[in-house]
């Protein structure tokens, strides 16, 4: 199977990403000193043998935007230890809720927000007592 590698995250102002992210997950990011405006996001440090990203597939919510867009893109979800937490620091960092928690029962806990730049991303706290 191909396995996704590398996820993008478009934003309008990309330090206030940058900062948005790293405070919340505490990733690591770094603008890139290569030809491109660029930042590297790290989500784990260079060895790590923490898993990886996994997905899934389900019908879209909404209509998809105008090919021209640009971005019509994957939803990265963040697996965190504590889904309350991670919730209100997304707030407090001016992020907002687009879909609030619900139980995955007996798997986990789910919900979506939107980022300082309008991006949609999951958090998931595993949880096999969730219903």
Known sequence: MNRVVHFEIQAEKPERAA???????????????????????????????????????LPRPAKAP??????????????????????RKIKAAGGKVAMPKFAIPKMAWQGYFLD????????HQPDENAK
């Open 19 to 57: 900062k948005f992210y790293g405070e919340i997950f505490g990733w690591k990011i770094e603008k890139w000193s290569g030809p491109m405006d660029y930042w590297m996001v790290m989500t784990a440090e260079k060895d790590s043998k923490e898993l990886g990203i996994n997905g899934g597939l």
């Open 66 to 87: 105008l090919q021209e867009c640009g971005a019509n893109a994957f939803v990265c979800t963040i697996q965190v230890e504590n889904f309350d937490e991670t919730a």
């Open 116 to 123: 300082t730049e309008g991006n949609t991303f999951g958090i």
